[in-house]
């Protein structure tokens, strides 16, 4: 025990941990707002929500399309690009911890995450597309589902600028041309961000990810594939405490709706659930047991912290977590408790 106890206070004393703690809690307050922006459109201003189901909303509201559209933008602005947020912050107290604070650090990584997931790509998750308009670049990587790489890039740039960064104060002024000191940084981040970027655009134009994702969950959708599903939920889980995509976590309306249809109509003929067609595929048993409160069941998790804990961060999470939880969104507890990279809550997660 007190070796774990030992390894747990190493590990914490790192820096990238320590920065990416100070950088969780900074970009918290906008994700609290862009977590109730989008519990309130999906559920109250949606047409299929169920608050507006029940509280009829459309029959006294007739300007719902136009107000949904508002929440939806500030989501989208705020959780919608928490990842660069994260980038940004990381960078910064990469540097701060290690004594040589930045002017452009937080830039740069912004601009290396950018390049990192628009790489050239026509295959998810890594996908980009050139319009008229300008660039588009897989949303998904901009938001929590990206918030590992946004760590790891602001990381790495961080270190780049405490090591190369000849302005090594924010006291210094840069109007006297010294800016031009730290091309060298900015320079070597980019080029290295590249780098990663080309091989993560060739494994994705070659199918890895595809195969990966498509393997898992075609076996999961098989009559008698209750292992499979199990292992799929276990790397959901896995890479959701991660803040990644887990391979339950893509669309899967299709073949859910088809399984489902599968399992209704069987039960409508013979009068009973016993013998159905899909009896533990990812629709049956992983969506609809294991997201109670959102990936991990962690409404359980808000229910021992009401009853057992008496610290008030904690407890001030769990207020404001407790709203978009009974909606399955537990954003607000990964980052806020936090359960993403805590090694105490990784079981209980699983």
Same mark, same amino acid.
Do not use: C
């Given at each position: 025990?007190?070796? #774990?106890?030992?390894?747990?206070v $190493?590990v914490?004393r790192?820096i990238?941990?320590?920065a990416?703690?100070d950088?969780?809690?900074? %970009?918290? /307050?906008?994700l609290v707002i862009?977590?109730f922006?989008e ?7 949606? =047409? !299929? *929500? ?5 509280l009829?909303?459309?029959? $006294? ?11 939806m933008?500030?989501?989208?602005? =705020? =959780? ?5 947020? @994260?980038? +940004? !912050? ?5 540097t701060?911890?290690k004594?040589?604070e ?10 290396? &995450?950018?390049?990192l ?7 998810a /998750? ?6 008229k308009t300008?660039?588009s670049a897989?949303? *998904?990587?901009?938001? %929590? ?6 760590l ?5 740039v961080?270190?780049?600028?405490a090591?190369?960064? !000849?302005i090594?104060t924010?006291?210094v002024? #840069?109007a ?7 091309l060298?940084?900015i320079?070597?981040s ?9 091989i ?5 134009? #070659?199918?890895v990810?595809?195969w %990966?994702?498509?393997?898992i969950?075609s &076996?999961?959708?098989? !009559?008698n594939?209750?292992?499979?599903t199990?292992l ?8 959701? $405490? ?9 669309? =899967? ?5 088809i399984m @489902?249809?599968?399992?209704?109509? +069987?039960a409508?003929q013979?009068?009973?659930i016993w013998?159905? /067609? &899909?009896? +533990?595929s990812?629709?049956?048993? +992983?969506?609809? &047991?294991?997201?109670?409160g959102?990936?991990g069941a ?8 009401v009853?057992?804990s008496?610290?008030?961060?904690? #407890?001030?999470?769990?207020? $404001?977590?407790?709203? /978009? ?7 607000i ?10 090694? %105490? ?6």
């Open positions: 025990m007190n070796n #774990l106890v030992n390894s747990l $190493w914490r790192k990238f941990i320590r990416s703690a950088t969780m809690a900074a %970009i918290l /307050p906008f862009g977590v922006a519990v309130i459109s999906s559920a109250f201003l949606s =047409t !299929k *929500g169920f608050g507006a189901d029940i009829h909303i459309n029959a $006294w509201v007739k300007e719902i399309p136009q107000v949904q559209r508002v929440f933008q500030v989501t989208g602005l =705020t =959780t919608g690009l928490l990842a660069l947020f @994260a980038a +940004y !912050k990381n960078a910064e107290f990469t701060y911890l004594k040589s930045s002017h452009f650090a937080g830039l740069t990584a912004m601009i290396s &995450y950018l390049l997931i628009s790489l050239p790509s026509h295959a /998750p890594f996908n980009f597309s050139m319009e300008g660039i897989d949303n *998904g990587l901009f938001g %929590i589902q990206g918030l590992l790489f946004g790891i890039v602001g990381y790495i961080g270190l780049i600028f090591r190369f960064e !000849k090594t924010r006291n002024s #840069l006297d041309g010294r800016s031009y000191q730290v060298l940084p320079f070597m980019l080029l290295l961000v590249t780098f990663v970027g080309l993560l655009s060739l494994l994705t134009d #070659l199918g990810f595809d %990966i994702v498509t393997s969950r &076996y999961s959708s098989q !009559k594939s209750f292992l499979m199990l799929g939920s276990f790397i959901t889980g896995i890479l959701n $405490w991660l803040g990644l995509s887990g391979p339950f976590d893509y669309s =899967t309306a299709t073949q859910d709706s @489902a249809s599968s399992n209704a109509l +069987y409508l013979h009068h009973s013998n159905i /067609p &899909y009896p +533990y990812e629709l049956s048993l +992983y969506h609809s &047991y294991a997201t109670f959102g990936v962690t409404l359980a998790l808000i229910i021992a912290i009853i057992v008496k610290n008030s961060r904690d #407890l001030t999470t769990v207020r $404001w977590g407790l709203f /978009p939880a009974l909606f399955n969104n537990n954003s507890l990964m980052l806020g408790v936090p359960v993403f990279f805590n090694v %105490i809550y990784l079981i209980p997660f699983l």
